[in-house]
């Protein structure tokens, strides 16, 4: 009986001393995205506060491709143990709802730690462009149907769903103009080749305070302290919103105990005044809260994104 009780016991045991342990080596945080965009900015924020408070390096490690599938394919596949993780971005909810069939399902796959933040797009427009408000912009797009093209980082991505969200909200016409990136499609859009992007704040915030791009509206919920003068989408277009969502995730069968020590601490991060504030300088809000929060904000993406891909007849490049 006592050997029996002994055994019962072991499991428990064994994983509280796994949570007071862990992290004992180097943690992998993967990223799906290449270096030096928002996705991977967030990544190394996050990242930072985690190797300073648990004593461990936190390593980013990039893996693009697939539009953010290939990292979580390989993140899926690792070891639950809390060695692996992911920084779920604004393309996985997308991804979700655009491929079918594919090897990674984030939902099934991957268990959500805690959110990190929600970073806004702007719709921006070329300054030569009639319009100053998005009424006026839905006007002229109506009025000039067939001229007017909205650029994108690519079919799928969160500025191409952001715009084509627009579109089903309004009945504006506009022709997708897919790029390799946030660097191409601000290129032509100052040069006029198209005419409106619904692009990371975080990549157009200067060329607007340059006055070489005029924003309309920024796509989140509510105003920026960082484009005060800047209206919401919503303000005309109600209900709209198209923030992009990141957060952390695991293995799905990672520990329940590694899983809420890594929320903790990364929840003191998103209250300290100066890892927030970093955030807050991206142009997004902190989200923090429970892995059971967080995993509902992911549920509810790709809920909205579902829609929007169908009526899009978006696919999978």
Partial sequence: ?????????????SRIATAQTYPSRPVHLVVGLPPGGVNDIVARLVGQWLTDQLDQPFVIENRPGASGNIAGTAVAKSLPDGYTLMLVGSQNPVNAALYQRSDFDLMRDIAPV???????????????????TVPEFIAYAKANQGKINMASTGSGTPSHVAGELFKMMTGAPMTHVPYRGGAPALTDLIGGEVQVYFGALASGLQLIRADKLRALAVTSAARLDILPDVPVVAEFVPGYEASGLFGIGAPKGTPTEIVDRLNRTINAGLADAKLSAKFLELGGNVLAGTPAAFSKEITDEIEKWSKVVKFAGIKPE
């Fill in 1 to 13: 009986m006592q050997w029996a009780a002994g055994a019962a016991a072991f499991p428990v045991t």
């Fill in 114 to 132: 805690a959110g990190l933040t929600r970073q806004p797009n702007v719709m921006v427009v070329n300054p030569a462009t009639p319009a100053k």
